[in-house]
């Protein structure tokens, strides 16, 4: 990741290094030692910083100075999950430490270690030598889905993560969950939505088993390490994790993959021309996780139901004056596809 020196005149990098200073002396990290901060990214969602210190290399992560409500819980929430995976075989941050005083740097924070690669999210996609041996793109997909396989299998109640989701009754929730969502800030009509709403209720899976969900998965939540082959380096980004049926997962990353026969150039942020298709990652991912896979279609239509909600939030916002993103302009027409194409797999699916 691309790091800046954190200066006053890039007022959403800022940080008080001399309380970080004496914060990380308490921990015992490194104490006494000069604190070098760096600024890596930020915006509306988090602020993330490079923190280097007696030679050791961390990353701290909180949120903007302007806290939404309820970012401090989630930075919470997103650390015991990160502490809940040390010692596992998922790729992810090490968890340092937290700090819930918001005295201290204007909210809560924590510190992770920093990992090595890189993310197609800060590279403006793909990364030599996977720009032009497209032989190699297809492990970068088989790693994405290998992620969550192994994320799904962890046991969470030996990593501590009891109470950290509500797994009982997942799938009843979803549908009125959502929709409960979209009624606080609905201002049009979308089509497909109910239909793939009704469809949702009647097919709810039968038989399958808790375990961590990412939440938002996807290659920008990912990072790979440098060179060939590809290698999964760190899942990211848990501000969305909970506990409940880890297929949802699959879903997020099957709702908008292309398949051979699609324009795969100008597929979101990512070109995947010569990556797998869906049918291929699906078998990959029963493959490791050893999960039954066969209701496959139940996931990403979910997926996409709640995407298309997410989405319209956003764009709500934007429609209102109210959204900070110029992105969110764009949302319109992608709720609107991303909701007739649930409809569309629940009306030709054969579950």
Request: net charge neutral; charged share 25%; proline share 7%.
């Given at each position: 990741m691309t790091e800046t020196p954190a200066t006053p005149e890039t007022p959403?990098?800022?940080?008080?290094?001399?309380?970080?200073?004496?914060?990380?002396?308490d921990q015992?990290?490194?104490p006494g030692e000069p604190v070098e901060v760096s600024y890596i990214t930020g915006g509306t969602s988090n602020d993330i910083f490079g923190v280097?210190?007696?030679?050791?290399?961390?990353?701290?992560?909180?949120?903007?100075?302007?806290?939404?409500p309820g970012r401090n819980e989630t930075m919470l929430r997103e650390f015991r999950v990160l502490k809940a995976l040390n010692g596992t075989d998922v790729p992810h941050p090490e968890a340092i430490a937290v700090c819930d005083d918001t005295s201290v740097l204007g909210s809560t924070f924590y510190l992770m270690d920093h990992?090595?690669?890189?993310?197609?999210?800060?590279?403006?996609?793909?990364?030599?030598?996977?720009?032009?041996?497209?032989?190699?793109?297809?492990g970068?997909?088989?790693?994405?889905?290998?992620?969550?396989?192994?994320?799904?299998?962890?046991?969470?109640?030996?990593?501590?993560?009891?109470?950290?989701?509500?797994p009982d009754g997942f799938h009843d929730r979803q549908v009125d969950r959502w929709l409960s969502h979209l009624a606080t800030f609905r201002f049009r009509e979308i089509p497909g939505l109910d239909s793939a709403a009704t469809w949702l209720r009647a097919h709810r899976p039968g038989h399958w088993a808790p375990g961590i969900i990412h939440g938002d998965y996807q290659f920008a939540?990912?990072?790979?390490?440098?060179?060939?082959?590809?290698?999964?380096?760190?899942?990211?980004?848990?501000?969305?994790?909970?506990?409940?049926?880890?297929?949802?997962?699959?879903?997020w990353v099957l709702m908008g993959w292309p398949d051979a026969d699609e324009d795969r150039t100008r597929k979101g942020y990512v070109d995947y021309t010569g990556m797998p298709d869906r049918a291929d990652l699906i078998e990959h991912y029963a493959k490791v996780s050893g999960k039954d896979v066969g209701e496959i279609d139940y996931y990403v239509i979910l997926a996409r139901f709640k995407m298309a909600i997410v989405l319209e939030g956003g764009y709500a916002r934007h429609v209102k004056?109210?959204?900070?993103?110029?992105?969110?302009?764009?949302?319109?027409?992608?709720?609107?596809?991303?909701?007739?194409?649930a409809a569309e797999l629940a009306a030709t699916t054969r579950l």
């Open positions: 959403e990098a800022a940080l008080d290094t001399g309380a970080l200073a004496h914060w990380l002396d015992g990290i490194a280097r210190r007696g030679g050791r290399r961390m990353v701290l992560r909180k949120p903007p100075r302007k806290v939404p990992v090595d690669g890189w993310s197609p999210m800060n590279t403006d996609g793909w990364v030599e030598p996977f720009v032009s041996d497209l032989s190699l793109r297809p970068l997909a088989y790693q994405l889905v290998e992620g969550i396989a192994r994320l799904g299998n962890v046991d969470w109640r030996a990593q501590g993560l009891e109470g950290f989701g509500r939540n990912v990072m790979f390490r440098h060179g060939a082959p590809a290698r999964l380096a760190a899942l990211v980004d848990f501000e969305m994790s909970t506990v409940g049926d880890p297929l949802l997962d699959l879903g004056g109210e959204g900070g993103n110029p992105k969110m302009a764009y949302y319109g027409d992608a709720v609107l596809d991303t909701a007739a194409k």
